[in-house]
């Protein structure tokens, strides 16, 4: 049937789209607070732990288009609830990990099925909902997730210190079950495309491989067989376009980027604006432990300023993006980011606490700025038939973002400690490689405000 906007109870639906929006979130940061812990029972270095979050985000990466386009195909409910429960049985792995490769080979497969829970998530509410009450909708679930980021460093230190760091994922597999069950005894119809269209296994399977090596050889730089490996990623990158552009039924539509000036700047605005934010908890994470000597709780307290202050902000611009100009908003937002990114290039030993957290604090409100309107501006940019993708391009670019964003921080840090573990002796150059890494993510973020200007153009009522 063609269920593109099916009559369902809205109440219901907006509550398992928020809770899935929230607890996504928790598998990411809750576990960066993490990391020094599992680091010593599984005797890691820094390279090594920055691979337990890229593992999960290159995963993701690599399966959001496809199964954006599966969802739009054969039920974005129906994707949403199979990634949900590989999200569980991921999770359960990671818990009885034993040892540093099974926990990152783990994180792969629950990398997976968070795509296929995250892309559908955007596509279910915007099917469901009107144009009119879209930024408002999107605004909830984009708050939703920065309380999940707030409440992630807090619960991942409490449950870390108090319990274990293995207890993050025995409550990720809790959440992930009840997400799937509400889902499935609350929402009975589906959405997807009234065209049955046949799924692009070649153009997919080139795109994981190109973006496996263009990630993973950007990681390893400066190796000459790391420049060797990026260069194929973006050699595939090139053959993967020119293969899409010329399929009928293409696993990712070329011709969005090509015809759609909002869609295309607004995506390429958010990559840059995560790229030059992400790795922001990882970097701190480790700097307030090891440098600063706090605990992980502690640290989870302070990092927990970013995302409240995004939550606050980010259902406010939802509504305000149904009455202005998304692009402007969006745009201002990443200039307030460029200000608080650029206070972060000073860090040291010495830094009082009080000038982390209002760093943290203004990097949060221009975050919580931008967000709600730029996803607002691509989601109505496209008709309701491609909202699958675009919701998963969305979330594609978000993950791309993180990984170069870690990609980053993990290069420079090898740039200047190598394979060392952080210890004392090689804290003041582990410092030095922080302040060059928000110099960088500056100087980055000062690209997306362009990027976010020149996506300027009014969107399309679908």
């Not at 999107?138 to 870390?160: K, M």
């Not at 795109?207 to 050889?217: D, K, M, R, S």
């Not at 990097?363 to 309107?373: A, E, L, N, T």
């Amino acid at each position: 049937m063609n269920s593109e906007k099916p009559k369902v109870n809205s109440t219901i639906l907006l509550i398992i789209s928020v809770a899935a929006s929230f607890f996504n979130p928790l598998m990411g940061a809750a576990v960066n607070i993490a990391l020094p812990k599992i680091s010593v029972e599984f005797d890691m270095n820094a390279i090594a732990m920055s691979w337990i979050a890229m593992a999960f985000l290159l995963a993701s990466a690599i399966a959001l288009v496809p199964f954006g386009k599966i969802a739009d195909i054969y039920g974005r409910k129906k994707i949403f609830l199979i990634g949900n429960i590989v999200v569980a049985i991921a999770s359960l792995l990671c818990a009885i990990s034993t040892s540093g490769t099974f926990l990152i080979a783990a994180r792969v497969f629950q990398g997976i099925g968070s795509a296929m829970v995250y892309g559908t998530t955007m596509a279910i509410v915007t099917s469901a909902f009107p144009p009119h009450k879209r930024g408002r909708i999107i605004g909830i679930n984009v708050t939703a997730v920065y309380l999940g980021l707030s409440v992630a460093p807090l619960l991942g230190g409490y449950l870390t210190q108090s319990i274990g760091w293995r207890s993050i994922f025995y409550l990720m597999v809790v959440v992930a079950l009840l997400t799937a069950v509400m889902m499935y005894i609350f929402v009975k119809e589906d959405w997807k495309s009234p065209n049955k269209e046949k799924i692009d296994y070649k153009g997919s399977i080139i795109y994981a491989f190109a973006i496996t090596g263009l990630i993973y050889g950007f990681s390893k730089l400066p190796h000459l067989n790391a420049i060797i490996i990026a260069l194929v990623g973006v050699a595939l990158l090139i053959v993967f376009i020119k293969t899409e552009l010329k399929l009928p039924n293409p696993i990712m539509n070329i011709n969005l980027f090509r015809n759609n000036r909002t869609f295309a700047y607004s995506n390429l605005a958010a990559m840059i604006n995560y790229a030059a934010t992400f790795a922001i908890a990882f970097v701190l994470s480790l700097f307030l432990q090891y440098v600063k000597g706090f605990s992980p709780r502690s640290a989870g307290m302070i990092l927990i300023t970013q995302p409240i202050v995004m939550a606050l902000f980010a259902s406010v611009s939802g509504r305000l993006s149904d009455q202005y100009d998304p692009r402007v908003l969006a745009s201002i937002g990443m200039s307030i980011v460029v200000v608080g990114l650029a206070f972060l290039v000073f860090l040291s030993a010495s830094t009082p606490l009080l000038y982390i957290i209002i760093s943290l604090v203004i990097v949060g409100i221009g975050f919580g700025i931008f967000s709600s309107p730029n996803t607002n501006a691509i989601m109505s940019s496209v008709e309701n038939t491609h909202l699958g993708i675009a919701s998963a391009t969305v979330a594609t670019m978000r993950t791309t973002g993180q990984m170069f964003s870690m990609g980053i921080a993990a290069l420079i840090i090898h740039t200047f400690i190598g394979e060392a573990k952080i210890v004392q002796q090689n804290l003041g150059l582990f410092v030095s490689s922080i302040q060059i890494i928000f110099v960088v993510f500056t100087v980055l973020c000062a690209f997306g405000v362009l990027a976010s200007l020149a996506g300027r153009k009014k969107a399309i009522e679908v």
